[in-house]
């Protein structure tokens, strides 16, 4: 199934769910609204024409310029092979983008439509700051549980040390650049 009739299928199933289609790159994509995201994730997976049984990973993007974070899950169909011996194929992927407010980034959680997203979501909150609502373990998995701040987005202003360990390796500077 190609991108575009993946597409015709979730805005022929959400409507206005689905905010935007592009599909003129490399990487084609769909746009939905945060709120729709579950059921989408849901009807992605089990909808037999599309069957996207694999994410395989969750992208987080710092959009400044747009006061937005964004997720993009990347998603893959995967189909066994005719033997069981013989490998799987993907006969069809899509991207699957959602776009917050960077003051309060919230999208709801998908790790029980695909359970790789548990760790994904952790990563995308503890190095972005998106909180996924209903995620059943929202610690820190990077960074220490007192770390302030995500230290991936693009304003993100780096301690000079963290519990007197200095944070840069510029030894040799009198007055090192952070």
Request: include cysteine.
């Amino acid at each position: 199934m190609s991108p575009e009739e993946i597409s015709d299928v979730l805005t022929g199933a959400f409507g206005d769910g689905v905010v935007e289609v592009q599909m003129d790159s490399s990487h084609p994509q769909v746009v939905v609204k945060p709120a729709s995201w579950p059921e989408i994730a849901t009807f992605l997976r089990d909808d037999d024409r599309l069957g996207f049984t694999l994410l395989r990973c969750i992208t987080a993007v710092d959009l400044l310029a747009d006061n937005q974070l964004a997720c993009i899950y990347d998603l893959m169909a995967m189909k066994p092979g005719a033997t069981p011996d013989a490998p799987w194929t993907s006969p069809h992927a899509i991207a699957v983008t959602i776009k917050v407010d960077r003051d309060a980034p919230r999208i709801p959680s998908v790790a029980e439509v695909w359970p790789a997203a548990d760790w994904h979501e952790r990563e995308a909150f503890d190095l972005m700051g998106v909180e996924f609502s209903g995620h059943p373990d929202p610690r820190r998995i990077l960074c220490p549980d007192d770390w302030e701040g995500h230290p991936l987005r693009k304003d993100y202003v780096f301690p000079r040390a963290y519990h007197d360990i200095p944070g840069s390796t510029e030894y040799e500077l009198s007055n090192p650049v952070h």
